[in-house]
């Protein structure tokens, strides 16, 4: 199975810790505001400034792009446009998913009745004297002329 470089792990986690680093930029925000409401006219409280909340944004935004390609590869996220490079970074993801996919369907019952060919069952015809029609061996009457069998 192919494995995931360390230099793409250490862009994933980047793009991870800037997205986190934004979400708290961006919530801090709501607090600064919280706080300003709750005593307006306190000379301590000064306005909430709002460059947080739009300096975090955009912090999510470029984090979110730097786990992307970390966790995709450039070409598997769309920053190369070279199909074959994206085959070999999507590699490990469709490695793994093959193997989850195998694993779901060994566990599905219906899955292994599938593979495995049903015993055929041996069945037994009985003929009508009367006009020769071939019927179940449990039958008491011929489905052809309806004769005692």
Do not use: H, W
């Not at 779901?104 to 069945?123: H, M, Q, T």
Request: charged share 20%; glycine share 10%; net charge negative.
């Amino acid at each position: 199975m192919s494995k995931i470089s360390k230099e793409r792990k250490v862009t994933y986690y980047i793009g991870m810790g800037l997205m986190i680093i934004g979400f708290l930029l961006f919530i801090s925000v709501f607090f600064q505001v919280a706080s300003f409401t709750n005593d307006p006219f306190s000379m301590t409280n000064t306005e909430p400034s709002f460059s947080n909340a739009i300096f975090g944004f955009i912090l999510i935004a470029i984090g979110g792009i730097v786990s992307n390609v970390g966790a995709k590869g450039a070409a598997g996220s769309g920053m190369i446009l070279d199909p074959d490079q994206a085959r070999e970074d999507l590699k490990p993801f469709n490695e793994a998913k093959g193997q989850m996919l195998n694993d779901v369907i060994s566990n599905i019952d219906v899955a292994n009745n599938l593979a495995k060919p049903a015993e055929e069952k041996e069945v037994i015809k009985i003929k009508c004297r009367s006009c020769g029609t071939l019927n179940e061996e449990d039958a008491k009457f011929c489905k052809g002329c309806g004769e005692t069998l």
